[in-house]
């Protein structure tokens, strides 16, 4: 049971962490963008 | 709300909904036990890494051919949610084969060609991120992402080539019940269209980065970085 949760677990962290991050990369360069206009 | 935001919402959400079937619906297998239900999503990463992959080839291909900068952005945005998807399926592997075998890794051909492919997408993150941004690099890291895929067919046809511990595959010779066949296909479709959104909103983000790079004045740049000078006496 444990190797399920830390399985599920590890998947959530890395795929949510990385669109996280991207969803914050994505926000910060559409403001620099908008910004040079 | 964005429509990225939006998206990853809905991608969110599907997950869900294949969580709740994995964890919910899906009988609990009869040999393997609870760590069984670890096989949905390890499978499905594995296809929909194998789909980036495939991207990132006809997109290296198209780049190869035409210069055009949109199949460039598309190859970086595909590499790196393959690579993302297909750490998850080491992971998950990892955490799914020591219940079952009884050790986290074997050097058996499924394993190795899997952690071959890892490596070479990650030589061509490497190569992107080390190389000097231009028409060279990026010509190299298309070559690489198009030679690199020849690991796919290796990985998936490796249990059959090869015989080791891992098992073969179940999907295509029909072994799963009807419950944990819909689970897997439910899961497979939430988590394609997740890799779907995460190569957009990468791709999106290529592209600006791409506007930035090119709107920045190299001229204002150069006097920004540089000393004032110091006044005359």
Same mark, same amino acid.
């Given at each position: ?37 | 709300?964005? /429509?990225?935001? /939006? ?19 899906? $009988? ?5 036990? +609870? ?31 035409? +210069? ?14 393959? *690579? ?59 070559? *690489? ?6 690991? %796919?067919?290796? *990985?998936?046809?490796? %249990? ?8 073969? $595959? ?33 791709? /999106? ?6 506007? %930035? +790079? ?8 150069? *006097? ?5 000078? +110091?006044?005359?006496?």
């Amino acid at each position: 049971m444990i190797y399920l949760v830390v399985a599920y677990a590890a998947a959530v962290l890395i795929l949510g962490g990385f669109l996280w991050l991207s969803l914050g990369t994505l926000r910060e360069l559409e403001t620099k963008a908008s910004a040079k206009k | 709300m964005t /429509r990225y935001t /939006r998206l990853t919402a809905a991608a969110v959400l599907l997950m869900l909904v294949a969580g709740g079937l994995i964890f919910l619906y899906a $009988p609990e297998d009869y040999l393997q036990k +609870e760590p069984q239900r670890i096989f949905y999503l390890h499978v499905s990463t594995a296809i929909a890494a194998f789909a980036c992959f495939a991207v990132v080839m006809v997109a290296g291909a198209i780049y190869l051919r035409t +210069e055009s900068a949109r199949a460039d952005r598309i190859a970086r945005a595909a590499t790196l949610v393959g *690579v993302v998807l297909t750490s998850v399926t080491l992971v998950m592997g990892m955490l799914y084969a020591k219940p079952i075998w009884g050790t986290f890794w074997l050097w058996d051909a499924r394993l190795t060609s899997t952690l071959v492919l890892w490596i070479i997408y990650m030589g061509y993150l490497l190569l992107r991120r080390l190389g000097e941004p231009g028409r060279q690099t990026a010509r190299f890291a298309a070559v *690489v992402g198009i030679f690199g895929f020849v690991d %796919v067919p290796i *990985v998936y046809f490796s %249990v059959t080539w090869w015989r080791g511990h891992h098992p073969g $595959p179940v999907i295509v010779s029909n072994a799963l019940p009807p419950e944990m066949l819909f689970t897997f296909l439910v899961t497979m479709v939430c988590t394609l269209f997740l890799a779907g959104v995460m190569v957009a909103i990468r791709y /999106r983000i290529e592209t600006l980065a791409d506007a %930035v +790079e090119e709107g920045a004045d190299p001229v204002a740049q150069l *006097v920004a970085t540089q000393r004032e000078p +110091e006044p005359a006496r």
